[in-house]
């Protein structure tokens, strides 16, 4: 099993009290699958998401990546695991806004150290950003901004791609063409694909679905 | 991994280029100002150590007569009989070259110029028939010249010196040698007119100018102060802007330790550059000063110090440590909140904002404490240090408290405003408070840094120029080379003339600190034109018919004497009847009557005069004085100008203070430039709304222009009192400690505002051209933002 999620606990604690956001979640996704993790707005969705992908620490339960407990590991095990493993996408995109179209792309690739100048150059091609790769982040849409995002994320051929409503900021066409690409690179590389999303039609698309409300798996 | 992120990084600066050239241009500033100090103090500290090294002032015991007067060959005969190892120096003056002659033969090591490794280099040079060695700044004919000699100096053997000086068989010293034979007759029984002074008893000159040097690095560091302002402004803002682009590193696997190195070794990097531009444009500026200060040092402490800079390795290394220093006090702090700064920042919106609140309460305590430690030493601090601890004190502390007061003053003002626009500009002016709270904290120091020292500054003069009126009451003052001469010119013209004054003095002891007697004739000269600062009913007649003493202020101050304390001069007790003012000079003085002063020291004669006649006679007498007398016109001064002549050195002195003035407002003027640039491109998206909603570019424009000169205003409005309380802190602490002396303090309100004129212009050319960029956007950049925001 690629990604195993057990009995995840997650409670934010402010100043003016705490929040349960996860009460026992329990996951799992195998290579080559994707998965739709839908819910309405605070159900847990996005923390599940970073807790998977290392962004955050649960507070209690087991999260396993290739056989690996990302919750036992300290911060730099879990950078490394986001380098090599994992790949993320934004809602928000993330790009970097000093690097140029290419570098981006290439970015995570790099750092991971599984930089290939062939297979960036096809998912420049097949992402349509040919004619784009010498401009920055600030001079393209939001949706070529979105497909450099995922071009990144793939560029590192990593196990597993987690998405946080990649298509959320897009209008309905741009979503779906994005989504298109997403789907079908993911399925080429065999990686695992999870996905939180709001959209139904989305979620459909998708090998399976689980449902979060108020912090548990329907 | 390392160069991919760092290009990540490095890409911020290159996509920001205005951020860039703030951070390089206000680090190279700041470095440049400390290290033009650090050079001018480098140069006079070497001048004085090679002036030091020649005399051997510092080194050797010297035997010197008790009045001053010269010492004969046959006295050091008689010594060098007695067993004394002793060796003869002379020292006069050509024009202003400092001659010096030594015996090669007898001089004991060390008294060679700094840089000549030994005694045989003395004596090569010196063995040759009539060989002079020079500075390199002396120009003279027949001179050889040699760097390792002391600037201003000449130094060739004591015969030649003898020679040249018109004073055969004579000399000023005998410096004796620290190996001396056992069973040598005493001083007493050779030489009873000879007193030994003890190595370091002297007027060392480097002590002397401590405080002067001290002032320098005070405000070359206040310079570098408010460059480093600007720096942690850009610094500040660049680690904001680049939030961002580190969370998304973080995001993709790289971690937080690995980017604060790396942003720490691309800061470094930063700094190295920065610094060497700042260190040559330090060297720049520091010749540019140096032969005012090297003016200074002379006219103020007779100190010979070069008008030239070398590139000594002590500032340079001395400029970038304090470059990188600088970058990494500005930095720390806003690398510090980065790298605490959490993965998912919009999960915990309320904790910044609690920490930012954190962040100005603890200013205002820091702000509190300081001000509180800057009261307390204005009770009690009175030495140089705990001065400057107190100047440091009041004036970070009032920086820190400036942009909580101002915040507290924008409340106020928003209270009361009326209309909608009016409530918009003040609720948007404390927005942009934090952003500009670094670049009003720079012009608060510069402006009050002004307003301080030129208070000071002008003080002093006021008060020199009716100290000279004072002292300088005589019309002529006249000099004979010889007592022949004196007694002659005496009886010439005494006839012709309301009253001949002799000037006449010497060198003693007055409660164990090195002082230089008067001896006063009773004249109302005195009587009607010198004023105390304390003294008896009748000060004057108590010196001619009760024995008494006047003592300068420095005196009085140095050895905690006070009118009515009775001091000695040898063997006389002398009752205290005033104490004077006596600016400029370092040491202690005292005037006795003249007849006591002939009693006390037979062999001091008058060479010097002060001559009293009509001022429309003046001419014609020095004419006769020249024509029938003989005396040369050099021999002759009239009072206009020693005071034209006192008074330019005056203005000499204070040069560089003006020059660093002048140097520290323009830095805090292109702190509020760079300040406002790199915010222009932030305000977009807050002015995109009230653009919207019907304001014009260009009322947003002046609306900005008058935002930043508003609060230059309001700033300038705190600086005036602080400039006040600085000018108080040097007239009465640290002057009274680097000098022996307290000055009045007068206010010069025509002088504020023009320079409250001078730093709001400043501020408003530096708003000018960002406002212009605000005015100037096109609407399509005010639309993007709304389009973002969907």
């Keep these: ?218 | 991994m390392i160069a991919v992120t760092f290009a990540a990084l490095w890409g911020h600066w290159w996509r920001s280029p205005l951020q860039l050239f703030t951070l390089l241009a206000g680090l190279a500033l700041a470095t440049a100002l400390w290290s033009s100090v650090q050079a001018i103090n480098a140069e006079a500290r070497a001048s004085y150590d090679a002036a030091s090294a020649t005399l051997g002032e510092v080194q050797f015991d010297r035997l010197v007569h008790r009045d001053g007067l010269p010492i004969g060959q046959d006295t050091y005969i008689r010594l060098r009989r007695g067993g004394w190892l002793v060796s003869p120096v002379i020292e006069g003056r050509i024009g202003d070259v400092r001659l010096i002659g030594l015996d090669p033969l007898t001089a004991p090591g060390g008294m060679a110029p700094i840089g000549w490794s030994n005694m045989n280099d003395l004596q090569d040079f010196i063995l040759a028939d009539g060989r002079i060695i020079a500075a390199p700044d002396v120009v003279l004919d027949g001179v050889e010249s040699d760097p390792a000699v002391a600037p201003g100096t000449a130094i060739a053997d004591v015969g030649t010196v003898q020679v040249l000086l018109g004073r055969r068989d004579e000399f000023d010293a005998l410096v004796v040698r620290p190996e001396q034979p056992l069973g040598q007759a005493s001083l007493e029984e050779i030489a009873p007119e000879l007193t030994r002074q003890v190595a370091q008893s002297g007027s060392d000159i480097g002590r002397l100018t401590d405080s002067f040097h001290l002032n320098l690095s005070a405000f070359g560091l206040l310079s570098f102060a408010v460059g480093i302002f600007i720096v942690q402004g850009a610094i500040g803002l660049a680690f904001e802007q680049l939030r961002g682009t580190v969370q998304t590193l973080r995001t993709l696997g790289v971690p937080m330790q690995f980017l604060v190195l790396l942003i720490v070794v691309e800061l470094l990097g930063l700094a190295l550059i920065a610094g060497s531009i700042g260190v040559g444009l330090g060297y720049f500026i520091a010749a540019l000063l140096m032969p005012d200060v090297s003016a200074t040092l002379r006219g103020l402490y007779g100190a010979d110090v070069v008008g030239t800079l070398e590139l000594r390795p002590i500032w340079l290394a001395s400029g970038m440590a304090i470059s990188i220093g600088g970058t990494v006090v500005a930095a720390s702090t806003a690398l510090w909140k980065l790298s605490r700064m959490p993965l998912l920042v919009g999960a915990q919106p309320r904790a910044i904002s609690v920490i930012a609140g954190r962040g100005e309460k603890a200013q205002a305590a820091a702000s509190a404490v300081l001000l509180l430690v800057a009261f307390v030493l204005a009770l009690t601090a009175d030495e140089i240090l705990t001065g400057f601890v107190l100047l440091g004190a009041l004036l970070i502390g009032a920086a820190l408290g400036l942009p909580i007061v101002l915040r507290v003053l924008l409340d106020g003002v928003a209270q009361y405003s009326r209309g909608v626009i009016a409530s918009w500009f003040w609720a948007d002016t404390r927005q942009q408070l934090p952003g500009l709270s670094l670049a009003l904290m720079a012009l608060l120091l510069a402006m009050a840094t002004n307003v301080g020292v030129s208070t000071m500054v002008s003080s002093f003069r006021l008060t020199f120029v009716a100290f000279l009126d004072q002292r300088l009451s005589s019309e002529l003052y006249v000099t004979a080379e010889s007592p022949e001469q004196a007694a002659y010119m005496v009886d010439f013209m005494t006839p012709q003339v309301d009253a001949v004054l002799p000037i006449m003095s010497a060198q003693v002891q007055i409660s164990g600190r090195p002082t230089d007697v008067f001896g006063a004739r009773n004249h109302a000269t005195y009587r009607d034109n010198w004023t105390f600062l304390t003294a008896g009913l009748t000060p004057w007649k108590d010196v001619h018919t009760n024995d008494a003493v006047l003592i300068n202020e420095q005196l009085a101050r140095s050895a905690d004497l006070q009118v009515g304390d009775v001091v000695s001069i040898g063997e006389q007790p002398l009752a205290i009847a005033g104490v004077y003012a006596d600016y400029g000079n370092p040491i202690g003085q005292a005037i006795i009557a003249e007849y006591l002063f002939k009693i006390l020291f037979p062999n001091v004669l008058p060479l010097r005069f002060g001559l009293r006649l009509p001022l429309e006679d003046v001419g014609a007498f020095v004419e006769g004085l020249q024509s029938e007398a003989g005396l040369p016109a050099s021999s002759v001064i009239n009072q206009a100008s020693i005071k034209a002549y006192s008074l330019a050195i005056f203005d000499r002195t204070f040069t560089v203070t003006a020059a660093l003035n002048i140097l520290t407002l323009s830095v805090a003027g292109f702190a509020i430039l760079m300040s406002l640039l790199t915010l222009t491109a932030m305000r977009v998206p807050q002015l995109a709304p009230a653009w919207a909603m019907g304001l014009t570019r260009w009322q947003l424009g002046l609306l900005e222009l008058f935002r930043t000169v508003m609060l230059a205003v309001l700033t300038g409005v705190i600086a005036l009192p602080l400039g006040l309380a600085l000018a108080w802190v040097l007239l009465a602490v640290v002057n009274v400690a680097a000098f022996g002396w307290r000055l009045p303090m007068f206010l010069f309100p025509w002088d504020y505002a023009q320079l409250g004129g001078l730093a709001i212009l400043a501020a408003g050319l530096a708003a000018l051209w960002p406002a212009l960029q605000l005015a100037r956007t096109p609407p399509a950049d005010l639309l993007k933002v709304f389009s973002n925001e969907q």
């Design chain 1, 1 to 218: 099993m690629l990604l195993t999620a057990r009995e995840v606990h997650k409670t934010f604690r402010t100043v003016g009290g705490s929040t349960v956001v996860l009460r026992g979640v329990d996951l799992s996704l195998d290579s080559g699958q994707s998965l739709a993790l839908t819910g309405e707005s605070g159900s847990g969705k996005s923390t599940l998401l970073h807790l998977i992908g290392g962004l955050d620490s649960a507070d209690q339960g087991q999260i396993f990546i290739d056989g690996a407990d990302i919750l036992a590991m300290d911060d730099a095990g879990r950078a490394g695991l986001r380098r090599g493993t994992v790949g993320i996408v934004f809602q928000q995109f993330n790009l970097i806004p000093s690097l140029t179209v290419a570098s981006n792309i290439a970015f995570q690739a790099r750092l991971a150290g599984k930089y290939d100048a062939d297979w960036v150059d096809v998912l420049i091609d097949r992402f349509g950003l040919t004619s784009q790769v010498a401009k920055y982040p600030e001079q393209l849409s939001g949706g070529q901004q979105q497909r450099v995002a995922i071009a990144r994320t793939l560029a590192s051929r990593p196990r597993l791609v987690l998405a946080d409503e990649p298509t959320g900021n897009l209008d309905e066409d741009t979503a779906s063409n994005v989504m298109d690409m997403l789907l079908s690179l993911v399925t080429e590389a065999g990686a695992g694909l999870l996905m939180v999303t709001h959209s139904t039609a989305l979620a459909a698309r998708l090998d399976s679905r689980v449902h979060l409300r108020v912090g548990q798996i329907e």
